[in-house]
């Protein structure tokens, strides 16, 4: 007898296997610097990465100076020119980049040695020359000029500023005025207030072994003594920055004359911590909502059943100092206030109602694919290990993944959106041609008031 198979449902999940990552093995030099190795040796390289970790810094009135952080920081040391460093980066077939809080490099196993040590001259003896910042500024005026250009920047850039505010590090905004206050003093002495031994991370990863990664740690940044880190202003004393309140439902708009779409950002901030026992259901609620997968329900809303727009997405985003929502795509401007409608009516149905199991089950799917997609780079187990560390994390955390991400459920999904999600409270931005879409827009709140701000996120005077 041929066994009847009913094909048109999906078999039973089996058990989520646990992950092995595969070993890591971590100590501290004397002078606090944690150090983590990664052992990979299926191709001879090795990278770097050096994370020195703090509260994010308010620039104030001299927003801007961070950005240039990243150039400068590989520009000049005490003993070496830019020309130098970058002939000995070429020469070694290396890659070295900066960032506000570290570097990466990487290269062939043989040449790792010398490139460790042009690493520990960096981190320790970076110079910030006087004619590199001049040039790094006018890059970032450029910039800056050219944003008024891009209504997709202007967005990110207002978003932040009103889901944050402007006071906090995040809401902060790089303008031609504040770029104006700022000098090679201010970069260098971020540099030498944060860039300490005692909050910084070194991650190895590649064909190296503990012991190799112990040797050239002690002999390049093993004698650096740094000096006590700062306190952390503006934090509420558990190094934690405060997540702003979050106000009344409102909507922003940014003139853009001219534009023949709008783009769309509905945001607003999220008490979400990495390490939250509800990160997981929070990533899982988004995956549904519009976090990457075609059937999410704003992709099939505002593409699949409206034709408005090729894309629409959001994100819940996790962060030590405040996370933040964001939700939008970009559309005719004929049908702007709909698309903002629709994005509002799918955070509030989601809020309202159960999700069905089978998007609860594709959503899962998805993230897990992509998990087990991430582990073939070897830079996941060292991020992995690092995050342990950084947020405070169980030590089998991504371990566990797999296991945590199975056992989600429909009622733990509501409950993160009744925790997360607060359309509410959004600020719900448009960048748009002013005459032909700002009108349509004051249905949006019971108000009526549309809030005009300029490409910096400032309210635009006597309006």
């Not at 610097?33 to 990465?49: C, G, L, N, W």
């Amino acid at each position: 007898m041929t066994p009847t198979v009913d094909r048109t449902q999906a078999p039973p999940a089996g058990p989520a296997p646990h992950v092995h990552l595969g070993g890591h093995h971590s100590f501290t030099l004397k002078n606090g610097i944690r150090v983590i190795v990664v052992e990979d040796h299926k191709f001879p390289i090795v990278s770097v990465q050096v994370r020195f970790d703090h509260a994010p810094v308010s620039q104030g009135d001299k927003a801007g100076f961070l950005e240039l952080m990243g150039e400068l920081l590989t520009s000049g040391t005490a003993g070496k020119t830019k020309q130098q460093i970058d002939e000995l980066v070429d020469g070694l077939g290396a890659k070295l980049m900066g960032s506000t809080d570290g570097l990466y490099a990487s290269c062939l196993t043989r040449n790792f040695p010398e490139l460790f040590k042009l690493i520990g001259e960096v981190v320790t003896s970076a110079n910030f020359p006087e004619e590199e910042f001049t040039r790094s500024k006018t890059r970032l005026l450029s910039q800056i000029g050219a944003r008024a250009d891009d209504p997709d920047q202007i967005a990110e850039v207002v978003g932040h500023a009103l889901t944050f505010g402007k006071q906090h590090p995040y809401g902060e905004v790089a303008s031609e005025e504040t770029s104006a206050r700022m000098g090679r003093a201010d970069v260098q002495g971020h540099y030498h207030r944060f860039f300490q031994p005692g909050s910084g991370y070194l991650v190895l990863v590649g064909d190296i072994n503990e012991e190799e990664g112990r040797t050239l740690a002690e002999a390049t940044l093993g004698a650096w003594t740094g000096h006590a880190l700062p306190a952390e202003n503006g934090t509420n004393g558990n190094g934690v920055m405060p997540v702003p309140h979050a106000g009344e439902k409102r909507v922003a708009f940014v003139d853009r004359t001219g534009s023949e779409q709008s783009v769309i950002k509905v945001v607003f901030p999220v008490d979400l911590k990495p390490n939250d026992p509800m990160a997981l259901h929070a990533q899982v609620l988004n995956t549904i909502l519009g976090g990457g997968v075609f059937n999410a329900r704003l992709m099939q809303n505002l593409r699949e059943d409206k034709g408005y727009t090729y894309g629409a997405y959001s994100s819940i985003e996790s962060d030590r100092w405040g996370g933040n929502f964001s939700a939008g795509c970009s559309v005719r401007n004929d049908v702007t206030e709909d698309a903002v409608s629709q994005i509002m009516k799918e955070m509030t149905g989601i809020r309202e109602a159960p999700v069905k199991a089978d998007e609860l089950a594709l959503a899962k799917s998805y993230m897990a694919g992509s998990f087990a997609r991430s582990l073939e780079d070897p830079r996941t187990v060292a991020r992995f290990a690092l995050n342990t560390f950084l947020y405070g994390l169980p030590m089998d955390h991504y371990e566990t993944y797999l296991q945590r991400l199975q056992a989600v459920d429909v009622a733990g999904v509501q409950q993160a959106a009744q925790r997360f999600l607060h359309p509410d409270h959004a600020t719900m931005l448009v960048v748009s041609d002013k005459a032909q879409v700002m009108g349509t827009l004051a249905g949006l709140t019971s108000s009526g008031v549309v809030h005009e701000f300029d490409i910096n996120g400032d309210p635009v005077k006597g309006v």
